[in-house]
T-cell receptor
């Protein structure tokens, strides 16, 4: 069972370039999330989607956009990357069908913006 | 504002017991999660508490006191593979997860 996959595993990107981080889940979960994780800080929510066709802003949405065309895919786009977007990006999903809504994480994408 | 506090780093000995504390101040409370994250890997779910008390799951137990805004994760019979970061997260009134920065646990032989 794949669970959640992310691509690429890592990437070095020149500042000003655009990039899309891909995330796919095969668990038929309703909700999907994008986090960034930086040293010394907790996971911070960038964007989320509670169901296909809807998205919402998290704690740190500026500079990022998402779409949710179907249940399985939730790509994250950086339109014009800046060095402060250097981070590890995790995609997660949850069923969103009970109060114990456990989130399951993909393996992460390590992004360096130079 | 919302805040989750946990120690940055702890050291323990193989075979011993360690308790990792987490205190929180959030807008509402709909449960508290503990996750384990090995270096370079994704967080993985360990436990969920929504009612006061102790939840035991093998070598790991998690405790919650809602009135004190406090939780701890207890790891028994420590093994080298338990060396990891342990993340505390609270589900707030909007059902958003608020994450602590994590506690890095170092196990020494």
């Amino acid at each position: 069972t794949a669970g959640i996959t992310q691509a690429p595993t890592s990437q070095i990107l020149a500042a000003g370039r655009s990039m899309t981080l891909r995330c796919t889940q095969d668990m038929r979960h309703n909700a999907m999330y994008w986090y960034r994780q930086d040293l010394g800080l907790g996971l911070r929510l960038i964007h989320y989607s509670n169901t296909a066709g809807t998205t919402g802003k998290g704690e740190v949405p500026d500079g990022y956009s998402v779409s949710r065309a179907n249940t399985d895919d939730f790509p994250l786009t950086l339109a014009s990357a800046v060095p402060s977007q250097t981070s590890v990006y995790f995609c997660a999903s949850s069923a969103l069908d009970s109060s114990t809504d456990t989130q399951y994480f993909g393996p992460g994408t390590r992004l360096t913006v130079l | 504002g919302q805040n989750i506090d946990q120690p940055t780093e702890m050291t323990a000995t193989e075979g011993a017991i360690v308790q990792i504390n987490c205190t929180y101040q959030t807008s509402g409370f709909n449960g508290l999660f503990w996750y384990q994250q090995h270096a370079g890997e994704a967080p993985t779910f360990l436990s969920y508490n929504v009612l006061d008390g102790l939840e035991e799951k093998g070598r790991f137990s998690s405790f919650l006191s809602r009135s004190k805004g406090y939780s701890y994760l207890l790891l028994k019979e420590l093994q080298m593979k338990d060396s990891a970061s342990y993340l505390c997260a609270v589900l707030d009134s909007n059902y958003q997860l608020i994450w602590g920065a994590g506690t890095k646990l170092i196990i020494k032989p």
